[in-house]
């Protein structure tokens, strides 16, 4: 477990001069373009906000608002990343950095990847029982229903895609 990213892992051993010159170059580049991505997103979320401030649709309002809170996440999703690669290039851990050794004991790790391997079968439960009510739910309100639980169905696969990554994350613990 533990294993460190790319770029981490490019400060953590010990390389010839010029292969390290590369990564942080390279690491620059993707910082600007992390820090690029930062502000669109801020734009994109400033939109949407100004867009449901007038809006008097209640259905409109309430589906902009899901979008509003993914686009926050997404901004903070980006945040981090930028946050890490910064500290990697700078030789410094800020707080908001995700990268950072572990103080888990080997139990209390292992007993995070049953859980994870748990919670994955429950979100996929989970989606199973959101396919049937799709079925059900097909008339209410035209079709809102059906869109909101795709919605559901979508967020419980993206977490399974989360999990299995901390599993395998986990595995050697
Ligand atoms: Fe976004
Ligand atoms: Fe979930």
Redesign the pocket.
């Known amino acids: 477990m533990n294993k460190p990213a790319d770029m981490a892992s490019f400060w953590l051993y010990p390389a010839p001069l010029e292969e390290r010159e590369r990564g942080v170059s390279e690491a620059e580049r993707l910082l600007k373009a992390f820090a690029a991505h930062e502000d669109e ?1 801020k734009a ?1 979320l400033k939109d949407y906000r100004a867009i449901l401030e007038h809006c008097k649709h209640p259905m409109a309002a309430y589906l902009l608002n899901l979008i509003i809170e ?2 926050e996440r ?2 903070t999703v980006v945040h981090s990343m930028a946050a890490t690669l910064r500290g990697a290039i700078n030789w410094t851990h800020p707080a908001d950095a995700i990268e950072g050794s572990t103080t888990l004991t080997q139990e209390q790790a292992r007993e995070l990847h049953r859980l994870t391997r748990k919670y994955i079968d429950e979100e996929k439960e989970g989606i199973k029982k959101y396919k049937k009510l799709i079925k059900s739910c097909s008339g209410y309100y035209r079709g809102l229903f059906g869109l909101l639980l795709k919605v559901m169905i979508h967020d419980s696969e993206k977490h399974v895609m989360i999990l299995e990554f901390l599993r395998d994350e986990l595995a050697d613990a």
Do not use: G, K, R
């Open positions: 997103e994109f993914d686009e997404h901004q």
